[in-house]
Nanobody, 125 residues
Framework: QVQLVESGGGLVQAGDSLRLSCAASGRAFRYYTMGWFRQAPGKEREFVAAASWNGGSTSYPDSVKGRFTASRDNAKNTGYLQMNSLKPEDTAIYYC??????????????????WGEGTQVTVSS
């Protein structure tokens, strides 16, 4: 199994950028698809990004496509979410997750076995 710890969240202004990191320990990170999800107060957890085991394939919902980029460095057992042109509606707790690679670039929370504790991102207008 793998343990995940997110970092890099904070308070920024609209239009700013942030890069979140996801540090993995335990079983080698390369064995998993990496996903990013977010949850705003009173809302369900939603898919933000996914990257294949080597980062060669990625997937994003329309709400962040062109602004967010998921990447990973398996040698460092670390994944990243680069967030540009942030908007107030991006405010949420952001979670890193890992899924078995046979699930592909899943957008479903239930297909991810491992989760981090989350990091808060707040975007002011």
């Amino acid at each position: 199994q793998v343990q995940l710890v997110e970092s890099g969240g904070g308070l920024v202004q609209a239009g700013d950028s942030l890069r979140l990191s996801c540090a993995a320990s335990g079983r080698a990170f390369r064995y998993y698809t990496m996903g990013w999800f977010r949850q705003a107060p009173g809302k369900e957890r939603e898919f933000v990004a996914a990257a294949s085991w080597n980062g060669g394939s990625t997937s994003y919902p329309d709400s962040v496509k062109g602004r967010f980029t998921a990447s990973r460095d398996n040698a460092k057992n670390t994944g990243y979410l680069q967030m540009n042109s942030l908007k107030p509606e991006d405010t949420a707790i952001y979670y890193c997750a890992a899924a078995d690679t046979f699930r592909g670039l899943s957008r479903n929370t239930y297909e991810y076995n491992y989760w981090g504790e989350g990091t808060q991102v707040t975007v002011s207008s």
